[in-house]
């Protein structure tokens, strides 16, 4: 009998030991789930506002805009970006303006013109675009009608 009393103290033991053990991790992994999480900051930075592409030489091709934003506790309130415009026709409406251009209209026996507009689709960087735009070219050969009749060889 006395042998059987010192198993159960044994048990007892081991099981109390198991127990505090068990308590032990229980409560530092509560701890770590119970940590307040770090809040993202709000940042009181506005949004970027961008000036037009200025070309670093001609008047199209790359070149640089600035930006510049605004908030007391703003890390960078200005920065410069490269940009580009493109070097063909559509730059007389700035490069920051994108229009949806219906087709070419038929030509003007007067001005030897054909024209088109275009409705404004999107202003990049806030630029300040024409809601609606025209434009000419030249119509290119005319065709005039072929003389019926016999071929001269």
């Known amino acids: 009998i006395p042998r ?8 007892t033991a081991a099981l109390l030991a198991l127990v505090f053990i068990l308590a032990a991790v229980s409560t530092t992994e509560a701890g770590k789930k119970e940590k307040p999480e ?18 670093t030489s001609g008047d199209c091709g790359l070149g640089t805009r600035e930006g510049t934003r605004t908030g007391a ?3 960078q309130t200005t ?5 580009k ?11 920051e303006c994108k229009y949806q251009f219906q087709a070419w209209g038929e030509c003007d026996l007067n001005t030897a013109l054909k024209t088109r507009t275009g409705n404004l ?3 990049l960087h806030n630029a300040d675009c024409q809601k609606t735009v025209t434009i000419s070219k030249p119509c290119g050969k005319l ?8 071929f001269n060889l």
């Open 4 to 11: 059987m009393q010192q198993q159960r103290r044994m048990f």
């Open 38 to 55: 770090k809040k993202a900051k709000k940042s009181d930075c506005g949004e970027w506002q961008w000036s037009v592409c200025v070309p």
């Open 73 to 75: 506790e703003c890390k």
């Open 79 to 83: 920065k410069t970006q490269k940009c």
């Open 85 to 95: 415009i493109p070097c063909n026709w559509k730059k007389q409406f700035g490069a």
């Open 121 to 123: 689709k999107r202003a």
């Open 143 to 150: 065709t005039k009608p072929k003389p019926q009749g016999k």
